[in-house]
């Protein structure tokens, strides 16, 4: 499958390093990026086509490389499927601490690029499907249970999908937006209460103790057996 990518994808081979340091993934074309975001995610599924289709289109809307570090930022206001595509396209990370979550419900992204003081903001058109696939096919897909075999079938969806112009899946817009501070490595003291290790700027003190947020609280998600 060539010739699937937007002009910025062709131009450059982009280099992306693997678990293992020493497995560098060549991603030369859309379904290789595609399939290396199916091994991240776990599973075949329209969400996270269009993740992956969106972090194609921030990267090339913003003109960059996928980001090693925080040059690039991103606020998703969805913790759909659909955000472990962009993840692994754009190399915005939950763990890195240049992702954030806002709870809107919207297929929807907003991209910061720290060193040119640059923002865009992708929505999803869900009429971008309709132009790909009448239901069909992508019926098809989600009814087959093999994993191996249900990828084979999406192939011509993502194939299709990959080729539509950026603009035609998604509502690209120039924003503005203020700067997102930059991850922090902070000092970690024992909680006086259940005694777990917790960052400093996260612990409460209550009666003279620092406790942390649950002990703090005095509910937690979990209990202990
Ligand atoms: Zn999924
Ligand atoms: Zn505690």
Not at 49 to 69: F, K, P, Q
Not at 81 to 92: E, F, M, N, S
Request: some cysteine.
């Amino acid at each position: 499958m060539g010739g699937v990518l937007p002009p910025i994808f062709r131009l450059r081979i982009t280099v992306y390093f693997a678990e293992n340091f020493w497995e560098a993934i060549v991603m030369i074309d859309f379904w290789n990026l595609f399939e290396y975001a199916v091994k991240f995610h776990g599973h075949t599924c329209p969400g996270l086509l269009i993740g992956v289709r969106m972090g194609v289109a921030a990267l090339n809307a913003l003109g960059v490389d996928r980001s090693a570090d925080e040059e690039l930022y991103a606020v998703v206001e969805n913790d759909s499927c659909a955000v472990d595509g962009l993840q692994t396209v754009t190399g915005v990370t939950f763990g890195k601490g240049n992702l954030l979550f806002k709870d809107y419900g919207k297929m929807a992204a907003t991209f910061y690029l720290r060193n040119k003081n640059k923002a865009i903001r992708l929505v999803f058109k869900p009429e971008s499907f309709g132009k790909i696939d009448d239901g069909e096919d992508l019926r098809e897909v989600m009814s087959e249970k093999n994993q191996e075999k249900k990828m084979a079938k999406f192939a011509k969806i993502v194939k299709r999908f990959g080729d539509l112009p950026d603009d035609e899946i998604f509502d690209i817009k120039i924003v503005d937006m203020d700067e997102p501070a930059m991850a922090e490595i902070r000092q970690s003291v024992r909680c006086e209460k259940c005694g777990e290790m917790t960052m400093e700027t996260k612990t409460v003190v209550k009666e003279g103790k620092h406790l942390c947020i649950p002990c703090s609280a005095g509910v937690n998600y979990y209990r202990v057996k």
